[in-house]
Structures are given as C-alpha cells and as structure tokens.
C-alpha cells in the first residue's frame, strides 16, 4: 500500500515538475538549470563514492562502491542529447555501482545544439578507448545507458563492430531512444515525463544535418547482428514503449541474445527512483545481475 501511495506521489510529481519543462518552448540552457535541480531527488545509496576525472580526453566521473574489481560500465546519461549530465545520474549510477559490482565510468559528452551528431558519439568512443588504454580488457567493460543515452550505447556498439574492434561484453538499455524520427511513438494513456514536441525538436537539435534514419541517430533502423547480449527495460507509460519494443524486434531479428522488460503503470526512466521504489531497486538489481553474468571471470 504505502510503495502504491508512492508511485502514486512520485508520478504526479514528474507530471508537475519535470514534463512542463521538457517543453519546446522552454530554452534549452534554462531547461538544463532547471532539471540539474530535479534529479536532486534522485539518490545514490549511502557508500557510493564520486570522483571527477577524464577518461580518454573527456571530462567524466567515476563513480564506486565497496571494493569493486569487477569491471568497469561505460554508462551514458540522458537527455534527450541536449541535457543531462554525470551529475544528475549520480543516483543512477550509485545505485548500478551497487547492484553490479562495477566501475561506473559516465562522461559527460558533448550536447547539441552547441555540439550535434556525431559528438556525442565521438566522445562516447574515445571514453571507451580511454578505458582501454587504462588496463581495462573488452571482456571487462559493459555498455549501458537510458533514454537517448540508451541508443547512444547501441550506435557505439555497432561503430565499434563496423570499425572491427572488440566489443563490450553486454547492453543494457533503461527506456531508449531509439527512433528520432518518431514515426511509430506509442500514445499511453498516461505519460507523466516526455511530450512528444520536446523530443522532436531534441532529435533534429542533436540529428543536425544528418537524417535522422542514420542507423547511428536511430538503431532500429540498423543491423544490430553480432552485438553483445542485450537488456532492455522500459515502462508502460512512456511514448518510447515502441523504441524499446522495436530495439528488441531488431535485435532478435539479427539473432542478439536480448531480454525486453516491461514494467507496467512505471513511466520513462523510472530507475531514477531506484532506493526508493522497490519496483526501480529491483529493475536495478536485474541491471546489475545482467552485467555480471556476462563479464568476464
């Protein structure tokens, strides 16, 4: 009773606070000092320990708990690529740190407009080389990321698997963003975060000159074949339902060990609330367990 009262609290307060100001209308720098302030409510578990550093040239921070040796989460915030930080996933991170046993390594990659496609990208893949070059083995690092941070660790999967580098060991997708040309958005009955306006303007500030059927701006539309294991999780009351059921379409498609998690009346990215909604602690949990089973040793 008291975890429905919660969802409850916590939905209507992301209808409240955080929908009205992913709002096209509202400036993009202003929307950025103001959802800075929102995730304030998203809370690390006590121990995790925050640390600024650079990872192959771009600004990030490590993020630990306990005495992790286990590998090392490549994990890439969202946002819609145009908010969005190291900082305001630090619950997230704390809390995947936790669950996982790993480093969680978040740069903070370059946004549009200021930066559009394919810095995010780029950046993306040169803090995968910088763990490389820190010691960490291909076998020892998993990809993971929500909302456009979601794709974003697809499109990097299949660079890497075009340019024939090794890959991370695992996927994991919390809500992606996966189709910014939002011709197959799905209309739930409630949706408490996103509104489609907003993500249409995000995806051609990020696409640029680029169409946004670029595998590497929307990986639905990519041969998704030999990339690692896959997690995806998603609610059921977030227009990006569709991406993630179609992520998971395409990437069995092109025979991808994927798991697609749907978790119903739960809203975009609702791991944000790990810590203090069971059902986000226990989709944290399975995150978690997802990356341990597939690094190495």
């Given at each position: 009773m008291l975890q429905q009262l919660l969802e409850s609290a916590l939905r209507q307060t992301m209808n409240r606070l955080v929908r009205p100001v992913l709002n096209p209308?509202?400036?993009?720098?202003?929307?950025?000092?103001?959802?800075?302030?929102?995730?304030?409510?998203?809370?690390?578990?006590?121990?995790?320990?925050?640390?600024?550093?650079t990872v192959g040239g771009v600004p990030a921070t490590r993020t630990t708990f306990g005495e992790n040796s286990h590998g090392a989460v490549l994990y890439l915030h969202g946002g819609g690529y145009i908010i969005g930080s190291s900082s305001t996933h630090r619950g997230i991170a704390g809390h995947l740190t936790k669950t996982s046993g790993c480093?969680?390594?978040?740069?903070?990659?370059?946004?549009?407009?200021?930066?559009?496609?394919?810095?995010?990208?780029?950046?993306?893949?040169?803090?995968?080389?910088?763990?490389?070059?820190?010691?960490?083995?291909?076998?020892?690092?998993?990809?993971?990321?929500?909302?456009?941070?979601?794709g974003l660790a697809v499109a990097l999967a299949m660079r890497l698997r075009d340019k024939g580098q090794p890959l991370p060991t695992s996927l994991t997708a919390f809500s992606p963003w996966?189709?910014?040309?939002?011709?197959?958005?799905?209309?739930?009955?409630?949706?408490?975060?996103?509104?489609?306006?907003?993500?249409s303007k995000a995806a051609h500030l990020y696409a640029g000159?680029?169409?946004?059927?670029?595998?590497?701006?929307?990986?639905?539309f990519g041969d998704l074949s030999g990339l690692p294991p896959m997690l995806i999780q998603v609610g059921s009351q977030e227009i990006l339902l569709s991406d993630a059921e179609r992520l998971a379409e395409a990437a069995n498609r092109h025979d991808?060990?994927?798991?697609?998690?749907?978790?119903?009346?739960?809203?975009?990215?609702?791991?944000?609330?790990?810590?203090?909604?069971?059902?986000?602690?226990?989709?944290?949990?399975?995150?978690?367990?997802?990356?341990?089973?597939?690094?190495?040793?």
């Open positions: 209308a509202v400036p993009v720098p202003l929307q950025r000092r103001i959802l800075r302030q929102a995730y304030r409510s998203s809370t690390p578990p006590r121990g995790a320990r925050f640390e600024n550093a480093t969680i390594v978040t740069p903070d990659y370059r946004l549009a407009p200021e930066c559009p496609f394919p810095a995010a990208l780029d950046d993306a893949e040169a803090c995968w080389n910088g763990l490389l070059k820190e010691g960490f083995k291909p076998e020892q690092i998993a990809v993971a990321g929500d909302s456009a941070g979601g996966a189709d910014l040309t939002q011709e197959q958005l799905y209309a739930p009955e409630c949706e408490p975060v996103l509104q489609a306006s907003w993500t000159q680029e169409s946004l059927t670029n595998p590497l701006i929307s990986p639905v991808v060990e994927t798991r697609l998690e749907i978790y119903n009346s739960l809203w975009h990215v609702f791991q944000v609330h790990s810590g203090q909604l069971d059902r986000a602690t226990a989709a944290m949990e399975t995150a978690g367990e997802h990356i341990k089973r597939h690094l190495a040793g």
